[in-house]
């Protein structure tokens, strides 16, 4: 069983920046694939970004690359999002996701995760 605690959401102003932090429980993080994902009230969840397990590379979104950084600290079992840049349609709650398979498949595809964070929040105003 592996846990996950998003952090760091909030209110912001578009242009302005957050970082959100996600928690996991487990002995083996590093050999996790970590993704995260965003749903906005009345769309389907989508695919924000991701970073490997054993070399840490990083896969994004069209719509975030350029303005979102995602990282590790697999010291800390802690995977981040760094956003600037943000805009009013960045408005979503944004999840972290866990994919126990050593073999990455479709980073992008959120049925193959097997572990969810409960959420947290993140509005941007225009």
């Known amino acids: 069983q592996v846990q996950l605690v998003e952090s760091g959401g909030g209110l912001v102003q578009a242009g302005g920046s957050l970082r959100l932090s996600c928690a996991a429980s487990?002995?083996?993080?590093?050999?996790?694939?970590m993704g995260w994902f965003r749903q906005a009230p009345g769309k389907k969840r989508e695919f924000v970004a991701g970073?490997?397990?054993?070399?840490?590379?990083?896969y994004y979104a069209d719509v975030v690359k350029g303005r979102f950084t995602i990282s590790r600290d697999n010291a800390k079992n802690t995977v981040y999002l760094q956003m600037n840049s943000l805009k009013p349609e960045d408005t979503a709650v944004y999840y972290c996701?866990?994919?126990?398979?050593?073999?990455?498949?479709?980073?992008?595809?959120?049925?193959?995760?097997?572990?969810w964070g409960q959420g947290t929040q993140v509005t941007v105003s225009s």
């Open positions: 487990g002995r083996t993080f590093s050999s996790y694939t």
């Open positions: 970073i490997s397990n054993t070399f840490g590379r990083t």
């Open positions: 996701a866990a994919d126990l398979n050593p073999t990455i498949v479709d980073i992008t595809r959120a049925s193959l995760y097997d572990y």
